[in-house]
Protein backbone atom coordinates (compact mmCIF):
# COMPACT_ATOMS: atom_id res chain seq x y z
CA UNK A 1 0.00 0.00 0.00
CA UNK A 2 1.51 3.43 -1.18
CA UNK A 3 2.38 6.15 1.53
CA UNK A 4 2.25 9.56 1.26
CA UNK A 5 5.17 12.03 1.47
CA UNK A 6 5.27 14.95 3.79
CA UNK A 7 7.49 17.74 3.44
CA UNK A 8 7.74 20.97 5.23
CA UNK A 9 10.40 23.96 4.92
CA UNK A 10 11.77 25.15 9.00
CA UNK A 11 12.14 28.54 8.46
CA UNK A 12 8.70 30.51 9.17
CA UNK A 13 6.67 27.80 8.30
CA UNK A 14 6.90 25.05 10.80
CA UNK A 15 9.07 28.00 13.08
CA UNK A 16 7.36 31.50 13.57
CA UNK A 17 10.88 33.05 12.71
CA UNK A 18 13.88 32.12 11.30
CA UNK A 19 16.48 30.06 12.75
CA UNK A 20 19.64 30.95 10.88
CA UNK A 21 18.87 34.37 11.24
CA UNK A 22 18.01 33.79 15.35
CA UNK A 23 21.68 31.52 15.66
CA UNK A 24 24.02 34.52 14.50
CA UNK A 25 21.81 37.01 16.45
CA UNK A 26 22.36 34.59 19.19
CA UNK A 27 26.47 34.19 18.84
CA UNK A 28 26.16 37.78 18.82
CA UNK A 29 24.46 38.24 22.29
CA UNK A 30 27.21 35.93 23.50
CA UNK A 31 29.96 37.75 22.56
CA UNK A 32 31.30 35.00 19.82
CA UNK A 33 31.16 36.99 17.06
CA UNK A 34 31.95 40.99 16.14
CA UNK A 35 28.90 42.36 16.73
CA UNK A 36 28.81 45.67 14.21
CA UNK A 37 29.71 43.42 11.55
CA UNK A 38 27.52 40.28 11.77
CA UNK A 39 25.00 42.60 12.52
CA UNK A 40 25.50 44.30 9.16
CA UNK A 41 26.08 41.44 7.29
CA UNK A 42 23.22 39.29 9.14
CA UNK A 43 20.44 42.25 7.81
CA UNK A 44 22.00 42.08 4.41
CA UNK A 45 21.59 38.34 4.14
CA UNK A 46 18.36 38.36 5.37
CA UNK A 47 17.15 40.83 3.02
CA UNK A 48 18.76 39.46 -0.02
CA UNK A 49 16.65 36.13 0.96
CA UNK A 50 13.67 37.86 1.06
CA UNK A 51 14.23 39.29 -2.11
CA UNK A 52 15.15 36.05 -3.79
CA UNK A 53 18.82 37.49 -4.85
CA UNK A 54 20.60 35.75 -2.11
CA UNK A 55 24.34 33.91 -2.70
CA UNK A 56 23.72 31.18 -1.11
CA UNK A 57 27.39 30.22 -0.89
CA UNK A 58 28.36 33.99 -0.24
CA UNK A 59 25.71 33.23 3.03
CA UNK A 60 27.19 30.08 3.75
CA UNK A 61 30.63 31.08 3.79
CA UNK A 62 29.51 33.91 6.67
CA UNK A 63 27.03 31.49 8.39
CA UNK A 64 29.48 28.44 8.93
CA UNK A 65 32.44 30.34 9.80
CA UNK A 66 31.81 30.64 13.02
CA UNK A 67 31.33 26.82 14.00
CA UNK A 68 35.12 26.06 12.50
CA UNK A 69 36.11 28.01 15.53
CA UNK A 70 35.08 26.42 18.55
CA UNK A 71 35.14 22.76 19.40
CA UNK A 72 31.79 20.79 18.63
CA UNK A 73 31.49 20.22 22.96
CA UNK A 74 31.37 24.17 23.31
CA UNK A 75 28.81 24.62 19.88
CA UNK A 76 26.38 21.71 21.24
CA UNK A 77 26.49 23.19 24.61
CA UNK A 78 25.25 26.78 22.81
CA UNK A 79 23.08 25.27 20.96
CA UNK A 80 20.78 23.55 23.76
CA UNK A 81 21.15 27.12 25.66
CA UNK A 82 19.60 28.36 22.09
CA UNK A 83 16.66 25.69 21.33
CA UNK A 84 15.59 26.81 25.06
CA UNK A 85 16.16 30.31 24.80
CA UNK A 86 14.81 31.36 21.08
CA UNK A 87 13.75 27.96 19.24
CA UNK A 88 10.85 26.49 21.86
CA UNK A 89 8.89 29.36 21.92
CA UNK A 90 8.73 29.74 18.27
CA UNK A 91 7.60 26.40 17.52
CA UNK A 92 3.59 27.02 17.42
CA UNK A 93 0.67 24.36 18.86
CA UNK A 94 -0.45 24.59 15.48
CA UNK A 95 2.41 23.75 13.79
CA UNK A 96 3.22 20.97 16.48
CA UNK A 97 -0.36 20.04 15.71
CA UNK A 98 -0.03 19.79 11.99
CA UNK A 99 3.28 17.43 11.84
CA UNK A 100 1.47 15.22 14.48
CA UNK A 101 -1.36 15.05 11.95
CA UNK A 102 1.36 13.73 9.26
CA UNK A 103 3.03 11.72 11.40
CA UNK A 104 -0.07 9.78 12.84
CA UNK A 105 -1.33 9.34 9.62
CA UNK A 106 2.38 7.26 8.53
CA UNK A 107 3.41 9.88 6.35
CA UNK A 108 6.71 9.42 5.16
CA UNK A 109 8.55 13.11 6.49
CA UNK A 110 10.92 15.42 6.73
CA UNK A 111 11.80 18.76 7.02
CA UNK A 112 14.06 20.60 3.33
CA UNK A 113 15.41 23.40 4.50
CA UNK A 114 18.59 25.69 3.69
CA UNK A 115 19.49 26.25 7.19
CA UNK A 116 22.55 24.24 8.11
CA UNK A 117 22.21 20.38 9.97
CA UNK A 118 23.95 22.28 12.74
CA UNK A 119 21.66 24.42 13.41
CA UNK A 120 18.57 22.08 12.24
CA UNK A 121 18.89 18.81 13.38
CA UNK A 122 17.71 19.33 17.30
CA UNK A 123 14.61 21.52 15.96
CA UNK A 124 13.94 18.49 13.92
CA UNK A 125 14.17 15.94 16.67
CA UNK A 126 12.18 18.19 18.69
CA UNK A 127 9.03 18.18 16.10
CA UNK A 128 9.53 14.12 16.24
CA UNK A 129 10.08 14.18 12.22
CA UNK A 130 13.37 11.65 11.76
CA UNK A 131 14.22 12.47 8.27
CA UNK A 132 16.16 16.15 7.49
CA UNK A 133 17.12 17.45 4.60
CA UNK A 134 19.92 20.22 5.18
CA UNK A 135 22.74 22.08 4.58
CA UNK A 136 25.74 20.52 5.05
CA UNK A 137 28.43 22.33 6.98
CA UNK A 138 31.86 20.12 6.29
CA UNK A 139 33.97 18.48 9.35
CA UNK A 140 37.29 17.46 9.42
CA UNK A 141 38.40 15.56 12.28
CA UNK A 142 35.22 15.83 14.11
CA UNK A 143 35.91 19.88 13.90
CA UNK A 144 33.60 21.72 11.39
CA UNK A 145 35.59 23.47 8.64
CA UNK A 146 33.60 26.26 7.98
CA UNK A 147 32.59 25.32 4.19
CA UNK A 148 29.37 23.24 2.90
CA UNK A 149 29.90 19.90 1.96
CA UNK A 150 27.44 18.99 -1.15
CA UNK A 151 25.03 20.79 -2.61
CA UNK A 152 22.86 23.20 -0.66
CA UNK A 153 19.20 22.40 0.12
CA UNK A 154 18.29 26.23 -1.09
CA UNK A 155 15.70 26.91 -4.30
CA UNK A 156 16.42 23.93 -7.19
CA UNK A 157 18.74 22.38 -4.70
CA UNK A 158 15.99 21.72 -2.77
CA UNK A 159 14.64 18.91 -5.67
CA UNK A 160 17.82 17.53 -6.25
CA UNK A 161 18.58 16.95 -2.19
CA UNK A 162 14.93 15.02 -1.77
CA UNK A 163 15.49 13.16 -4.86
CA UNK A 164 19.00 11.91 -3.90
CA UNK A 165 17.07 11.14 -0.20
CA UNK A 166 14.43 9.11 -1.63
CA UNK A 167 16.92 7.05 -3.60
CA UNK A 168 18.60 6.20 -0.51
CA UNK A 169 15.85 4.49 0.79
CA UNK A 170 14.43 2.68 -2.62
CA UNK A 171 11.70 5.19 -2.88
CA UNK A 172 11.27 8.08 -5.71
CA UNK A 173 8.08 10.54 -6.25
CA UNK A 174 6.10 7.83 -7.64
CA UNK A 175 6.57 5.80 -4.49
CA UNK A 176 4.07 7.91 -3.24
CA UNK A 177 -0.13 8.47 -2.97
CA UNK A 178 0.15 11.92 -2.84
CA UNK A 179 3.21 14.34 -2.04
CA UNK A 180 3.22 17.87 -0.40
CA UNK A 181 5.13 20.02 0.54
CA UNK A 182 5.01 23.67 3.19
CA UNK A 183 6.58 26.61 2.57
CA UNK A 184 6.32 30.15 3.28
CA UNK A 185 8.71 31.79 0.61
CA UNK A 186 8.69 32.18 -2.71
CA UNK A 187 12.08 30.91 -3.14
CA UNK A 188 10.90 27.37 -2.80
CA UNK A 189 8.89 27.94 -5.56
CA UNK A 190 10.96 24.94 -7.77
CA UNK A 191 9.79 22.30 -5.10
CA UNK A 192 6.75 23.59 -4.30
CA UNK A 193 5.71 23.42 -7.99
CA UNK A 194 7.24 19.78 -7.63
CA UNK A 195 5.04 18.08 -5.48
CA UNK A 196 0.89 17.37 -5.59
CA UNK A 197 -0.09 19.33 -2.95
CA UNK A 198 1.97 22.53 -2.43
CA UNK A 199 0.78 24.43 0.63
CA UNK A 200 1.90 28.70 1.19
CA UNK A 201 1.97 28.59 5.32
CA UNK A 202 1.95 32.14 6.44
CA UNK A 203 3.23 33.04 3.08
CA UNK A 204 5.45 35.85 1.90
CA UNK A 205 4.01 38.26 -0.38
CA UNK A 206 4.98 36.47 -4.07
CA UNK A 207 4.23 33.41 -2.53
CA UNK A 208 0.96 34.32 -1.45
CA UNK A 209 -0.07 35.96 -5.01
CA UNK A 210 1.31 32.84 -6.72
CA UNK A 211 -0.30 30.22 -4.46
CA UNK A 212 -3.96 32.39 -5.18
CA UNK A 213 -3.24 32.61 -8.61
CA UNK A 214 -2.28 28.54 -8.64
CA UNK A 215 -5.46 28.08 -6.49
CA UNK A 216 -2.91 26.63 -3.87
CA UNK A 217 -4.39 26.02 -0.13
CA UNK A 218 -2.79 29.12 2.07
CA UNK A 219 -1.96 28.23 5.95
CA UNK A 220 -1.86 30.06 8.79
CA UNK A 221 0.64 28.46 11.91
CA UNK A 222 0.88 31.37 13.55
CA UNK A 223 -2.81 31.46 14.69
CA UNK A 224 -4.27 29.87 17.90
CA UNK A 225 -6.63 27.75 15.33
CA UNK A 226 -4.87 27.01 11.82
CA UNK A 227 -6.67 29.06 9.40
CA UNK A 228 -6.73 28.15 5.57
CA UNK A 229 -8.05 30.22 2.47
Same mark, same amino acid.
Given at each position: ?????????????????????????? /????? /???? %????????? +??????????????? /?????????????????????? +???????????????????? @??? !????? !???????????GPIARAFGICHLIATIPE??????????????????????????????????????????????? @??????????? %???????? %????? @?? /??????????? %???????
Amino acid at each position: MMVNLSLFDLDNTLLAGDSDFEWAQF /LIRKG /LVDA %ELYEAKNAE +FYAQYQAGTLDIHAF /LDFQLAPLARHERRTLEALHAE +FMREVIEPMMTPAAKALVRE @HLA !AGDVA !AIVTATNAFVTGPIARAFGICHLIATIPEQQDGRFTGRCRGTPAFQAGKIARVESWLESLGLWWTSFSRTTFYSDS @HNDLPLLERVD %EPVAVDPD %ERLRM @HA /LTHGWRILSLR %EASPATC
